[in-house]
T-cell receptor, first 117, second 113 residues
Framework: DAGVIQSPRHEVTEMGQEVTLRCKPI?????LFWYRQTMMRGLELLIY????????DSGMPEDRFSAKMPNASFSTLKIQPSEPRDSAVYFC???????????????FGQGTRLTVV | EDKVVQSPLSLVVHEGDTVTLNCSYE??????LLWYKQEKKAPTFLFML????IEKKSGRLSSILDKKELFSILNITATQTGDSAIYLC?????????????FGTGTRLTIIP
């Protein structure tokens, strides 16, 4: 398996623009997570899905952020409109899920470095 | 709310030194604690700890968990420049369907040649 795949790797956009980050989890993994990493706050969980259903979105900072998982192999994180304080590295991760994550770690993608100017 | 605190936030040592990184946690229903190493890109998995007092070891790295005092340590002996990274601690909840990991802010370790 190629692992968790994220795109794009880097994104530079102007304030006010819409940004869409994409993630393909490991095949067979039912749980998918979006994290945001900054120097100040570390690795924060934004939202996670089980079987394509959002389970906990309490980490989503505000209404400008939204996430979808239309099927088991694809998820998006959208920021609209983007602001400079959204600049961070966004990671996607997956685990087997459905109670099968016991004894297994989360596998991370390579991340998307977002810069909003 | 689950909470994971790591210390120190950063550490600079010379090659060959031994370091100890700390992780304390507050979790409603603890299941396991995980350590990750993050170099330039994605965090990579090091250890998973579920039982108190049982040391996990991989080469120069070792880790142990104390479920009574709610903390874990990660030791690195004879450090090398390749050990320079951010070390992340995460806790896992016990609960069917609750698959998320809560991470600490990490310890940034720098090894000087």
């Amino acid at each position: 398996d190629a692992g968790v795949i994220q795109s794009p790797r880097h994104e530079v956009t102007e304030m006010g623009q819409e940004v869409t980050l994409r993630c393909k989890p490991i095949s067979g993994h039912n749980s998918l997570f979006w994290y945001r990493q900054t120097m100040m706050r570390g690795l924060e969980l934004l939202i996670y899905f089980n079987n394509n259903v959002p389970i906990d979105d309490s980490g989503m900072p505000e209404d400008r952020f939204s996430a979808k998982m239309p099927n088991a192999s694809f998820s998006t994180l959208k920021i609209q409109p983007s602001e400079p304080r959204d600049s961070a590295v966004y990671f996607c991760a997956s685990r087997p899920g459905q109670g099968r994550s016991w004894g297994t770690e989360a596998f991370f993608g390579q991340g998307t470095r977002l810069t909003v100017v | 709310e689950d909470k994971v605190v790591q210390s120190p936030l950063s550490l600079v040592v010379h090659e060959g030194d031994t370091v100890t990184l700390n992780c304390s946690y507050e979790v409603t229903n603890f299941r396991s604690l995980l350590w990750y190493k993050q170099e330039k890109k994605a965090p990579t998995f090091l250890f998973m700890l579920t039982s108190s007092g049982i040391e996990k070891k991989s080469g120069r790295l070792s880790s142990i968990l104390d479920k009574k005092e709610l903390f874990s340590i990660l030791n690195i002996t004879a450090t090398q420049t390749g050990d320079s990274a951010i070390y992340l601690c995460a806790v896992d909840n016990l609960g069917f369907g609750n698959e998320k990991l809560t991470f600490g802010t990490g310890t940034r370790l720098t090894i000087i040649p």
